[in-house]
Each structure stands twice: as C-alpha cells, then as structure tokens.
T-cell receptor, first 115, second 113 residues
Framework: DAGVTQSPTHLIKTRGQQVTLRCSPK?????VSWYQQALGQGPQFIFQ???????QRGNFPDRFSGHQFPNYSSELNVNALLLGDSALYLC??????????????FGPGTRLLVL | GNSVTQMEGPVTLSEEAFLTINCTYT??????LFWYVQYPGEGLQLLLK?????DKGSNKGFEATYRKETTSFHLEKGSVQVSDSAVYFC????????????FGSGTQLTVLP
C-alpha cells in the first residue's frame, strides 16, 4: 500500500523565485492538505484540495497557490519567494466521507531553503 | 478559534522511565484529537487518535484519553525506549470543519540509555 509521496525532498531557491512542490496521496485517498512547518514549530495549515478545488485556506498570502489533478495528486506553488518561506512543506492525504476520514496521513515533506 | 497547548520541552528521560506529555485544547464543537510523532529529518507519523469523549487511543505502548471535562489529551507511556526519541505533536480537527489540523508546538523527547 503506497503511502503519501512528495517531491523533491530538498530544494534551494533564491529570493523572488518561484517553486512548485508535488504530492501523491496515499492509495485510495481523494483529499490533499498542505502544511508549512518552520524550524522548531508545529505545522501550519496552508490549504486543502478536494474534487480539484481549494476547499479551505489557512492564513497564507495569495503567493501560495495550489492545484489538484484528476488522479488526486496535488501541487503547491509559491511565487516571489521570501527568506521566511524557508521551511518543511508537508502534504497530507485523507479520504472524504467515510468513518475515520478525519485522519490525515503525512508524506516525508519537502525541505525548502530560500537564500 | 481552535488552539492546542503542549508542555514545553525538551524532555529528557532515562530508558524505562514513565513518560507524560501534557496537551490541552480549545475548540468549537466536538473535536477529534491526535498525537503525531516526528523522527529527525522525517515527516509526521500518526501515533494514536481519539474521536469522542472518554475514548482512549493507544499504539506501540503509548496511550492518551480524551477528557472533555478538562479539555485534555495527555500522552503517556509506561516505559520509554531510546527509539522513542522524537518530537511529539498534539493536534485536533474540529467537528464541522474541512479537516484542518491545528497543531501544538511540539515536545522534543530524548531518551538516554
């Protein structure tokens, strides 16, 4: 049973650049959520995608955008990178509508460093 | 809004010691509660969960009981091992939300042999 996968594992960018992170959900899952985890802190919710639409959004600027594809995989895009965007970006998947659907399973994350 | 408060770390214990990591929460409705664990350089792994009051979640010797009257979900283990060294996060999903997890700040646990 394939778990949540993310790519790339590490990424280095410079200020002002744009980045795209990718996530494939756990087999059978249809909902993808993205979180940002700064060093030494708990993850912060960015947004969630379900049925190829952004369903809910946390307190992140419009520079953060996303997409969900028909196969349920997802991308996170960040434009005009700032030094403060350096963090571990976590993708989590879940299955809507069934008992236990509140449980989210996380991937290994993409570590982004902005110089 | 929703919030989770965890005891501050780091916590350092000797092998076979008893572990308690305190977690309290504020939430609307009847949240589901979770403990996740993060090993160095890795993502989050679900450790255990409880979805209603008085439920006890358990896994790998860890336990936590959903206490609605004290809005708490403290993590316990009777005898820790060196391999339990990690960061532990308490989290909740509020009922009626679109499954947005709210996390505590994490507690670093180090177990010494």
């Amino acid at each position: 049973d394939a778990g949540v996968t993310q790519s790339p594992t590490h990424l280095i960018k410079t200020r002002g650049q744009q980045v795209t992170l990718r996530c494939s959900p756990k087999s059978g899952h249809d909902t993808v959520s993205w979180y940002q985890q700064a060093l030494g802190q708990g993850p912060q919710f960015i947004f969630q995608y379900y049925e190829e639409e952004e369903r809910q959004r946390g307190n992140f600027p419009d520079r953060f955008s996303g997409h969900q594809f028909p196969n349920y995989s997802s991308e996170l895009n960040v434009n005009a990178l700032l030094l403060g965007d350096s963090a571990l970006y976590l993708c989590a998947s879940s299955l809507e509508g069934l008992a236990g659907s509140e449980t989210q399973y996380f991937g290994p994350g993409t570590r982004l460093l902005v110089l | 809004g929703n919030s989770v408060t965890q005891m501050e770390g780091p916590v350092t214990l000797s092998e076979e010691a008893f572990l308690t990591i305190n977690c309290t929460y504020t939430a609307t409705g009847y949240p589901s509660l979770f403990w996740y664990v993060q090993y160095p350089g890795e993502g989050l792994q679900l450790l255990l969960k409880a979805t209603k009051a008085d439920d006890k979640g358990s896994n790998k010797g860890f336990e936590a009981t959903y206490r609605k009257e004290t809005t708490s979900f403290h993590l316990e283990k009777g005898s820790v091992q060196v391999s339990d060294s990690a960061v532990y996060f308490c989290a909740l999903i509020s009922s009626g939300s679109a499954r947005q997890l709210t996390f505590g700040s994490g507690t670093q646990l180090t177990v010494l042999p």
